[in-house]
């Protein structure tokens, strides 16, 4: 359960704590004082999407800190997988002026997506505007296996597995190239690739040297003239530098006995050895310098037809080559489809027939959850003053999914006599605010939060509905922490504990304040609720003292 949750900059509050106790906790407060402040304030710090506005005017950042005790195992293994310390639990989420946002668990870091996810374990918002999700039929097949519970979970997963053994099994079919005229056309375009392939028969590494060579032709006349120049200029001109060195050395070798110059004359010598070498290679180089235009428009064409098939079996040789494998094997399976296909047909009719029994098996285990779901809203219903409703699950086959073969809709008349209509279609504020409690009570031990919220449920909910309802949120109270704000007077009499919320000016600035209330301060404010007004009379007073004693 929430044992506290500190606030700084949010809305009108500059910085609050705000401690909850367990069972039935009440804020009261005259509207427009900030109670929804703390709603939202606890929405933000659980994972809910808020404006920038919310930050207090005039600050750069808001910040709120919710502090959990005694939280369920489920909880503390999932703060363990996250490889965050368990033996308590804080959440810190801040909001920047500037829209960044950071969220901490105990001081680590975590991702929006990891806080949601721990939410859903740790409270359950219900207020007048969450029918909603009450009156979206996609989830009514899930609210439906949630009342079901372990038996429900356990037949849907036998179905999930019988619909991934189909599907795979189709998948394999699909692999074979479907029916018979379908094959026939994949085996042409194989046999057809395949010969393509083995036609060019490709070597690896053939385009980078075909493309070296390629170039080295294209540049064949200008090489022939460049290097010929060169080997005149270093060896066989008259004045050639080889023998102008090797001239220039000898003429240093009669004064070897001084050590720079015998230094001037081997640095000579290995000059000429190196102009010597070089000279000979580019003569080589020379001497294998040949264009040939037939060459030369081969080399061309092979590489133009590497390029042409790269653009449709890949990038590279090795690419290519592994298509070539790959066809060649999806060519033989095909070939032998007939009798892997009869196999594989024969398994779909099993594997069908396999999935077609689970979803009965689950659709009637839902059947039977789903009279035993109706009777319960409806005596539910009728505890509320509903007494002439009348509600009803309806099925409806569809094709077999990882969920089963149901779809699943709530069917609803709110006066005997009236016709069975879907939800939304019939169903008023107050009826829905009604029904939303109903399944709340009847789903407090399937839902596994430690926490709900009900914010205002009770509007437009008055006389003797009014003190069922809250009967019904004092019921949730025993079993899991309620957090409730209500401005019906025998609604907050059935509370433990109330935090009152006040607005105040002080020096031209607003600010909302919470603070505990003790008992004879409750009564005040519950008669406050009655009389409706700043005074309070002492038959409201009464009244409210009244209202307490008999919860």
Not at 158 to 184: C, F, P, Q, T, W
Not at 239 to 246: E, I, K, Q, R, W
Not at 371 to 396: H, N, W
Not at 509 to 527: C, F, G, N, Q
């Amino acid at each position: 359960m929430i044992s506290s949750l500190s606030l700084n900059n949010v809305a009108l509050i500059k910085k609050q704590n705000i401690e909850f106790g367990s069972g039935f906790n009440c804020l009261l407060g005259q509207s427009g004082a900030g109670k929804s402040i703390i709603i939202d304030a606890l929405s933000f710090v659980l994972g809910a999407k808020v404006d920038k506005n919310l930050i207090r005017s005039g600050e750069t950042q808001m910040r709120v800190d919710a502090v959990f005790e005694n939280v369920s195992t489920e909880i503390s293994d999932f703060l363990k997988a996250q490889d965050i310390e368990a033996d308590e639990l804080i959440v810190t989420r801040t909001l920047s002026i500037d829209g960044k946002s950071s969220i901490k668990i105990n001081g680590f870091p975590v991702t929006l997506k990891v806080l949601n996810e721990l939410s859903e374990l740790l409270i359950d918002f219900c207020g007048q505007h969450d029918s909603v999700g009450l009156l979206n039929v996609k989830n009514h097949l899930g609210i439906l296996d949630k009342f079901g519970g372990e038996e429900v979970e356990q037949l849907k997963n036998v179905v999930s597995l019988r619909y991934a053994e189909v599907k795979d099994i189709e998948r394999k079919i699909s692999s074979l190239g479907g029916n018979e005229a379908e094959r026939e056309r994949t085996k042409e375009l194989l046999e057809y690739q395949i010969d393509e392939l083995e036609e060019a028969n490709l070597i690896v590494g053939e385009d980078v040297e075909l493309k070296e060579k390629f170039d080295f032709m294209s540049s064949a006349e200008n090489i022939f003239e460049k290097v010929s120049d060169v080997v005149l200029k270093l060896e066989e001109s008259r004045d050639n530098a080889t023998t102008l060195v090797y001239e220039a050395k000898n003429e240093l070798s009669d004064f070897s006995n001084f050590k720079n110059i015998e230094e001037c004359r081997e640095r000579l010598e290995n000059c000429y050895y190196e102009l010597k070498d070089i000279s000979e290679t580019l003569s080589d180089i020379k001497r294998n310098t040949e264009f040939d235009p037939r060459e030369l428009e081969r080399i061309d064409e092979r590489l133009d037809l590497i390029k042409k098939l790269s653009k449709k079996y890949g990038k590279t040789i090795e690419d290519m080559l592994k298509y070539l494998e790959d066809s060649k094997q999806k060519l033989d399976e095909l070939e032998n489809s007939e009798f892997v296909l009869e196999k594989l047909t024969k398994e779909k009719e099993h594997a069908q027939k396999l999935l077609e029994d689970a979803c009965l098996q689950l659709h009637k285990k839902r059947a039977e959850f789903a009279s035993v779901l109706e009777g319960k809203v409806m005596s539910e219903l009728a505890d509320l003053e509903m007494k002439g409703t009348f509600f009803k699950v309806d099925f409806e086959r569809i094709e077999p999914n990882t969920k089963g073969f149901d779809a699943v809709k709530f069917m609803f008349s709110a006066n005997k006599g009236q016709d069975v209509k879907d939800l939304h279609k019939t169903a008023s504020g107050g009826e829905l605010s009604r029904l939303l409690l109903a399944f709340k009570n009847i789903m407090l031990d399937k839902e596994g939060v430690e926490t709900v919220v009900f914010d205002e449920i009770d509007a437009g909910i008055s006389g003797h509905t009014a003190g069922r309802l809250a009967e019904k949120i004092a019921n949730i109270s025993k079993y899991t922490q309620v957090i409730c704000i209500t401005h019906t007077p025998v609604v907050a009499a059935k509370a433990d504990s109330f935090l009152l919320v006040e607005k105040n000016v002080v020096e031209d600035s607003t600010y909302s304040t919470v603070k505990a209330l003790d008992d004879e301060e409750s009564v005040r404010e519950i008669a406050r609720l009655i009389d409706g007004g700043k005074d309070v009379s002492q038959t409201a007073l009464e009244h409210a003292r009244k209202l307490v004693e008999e919860k």
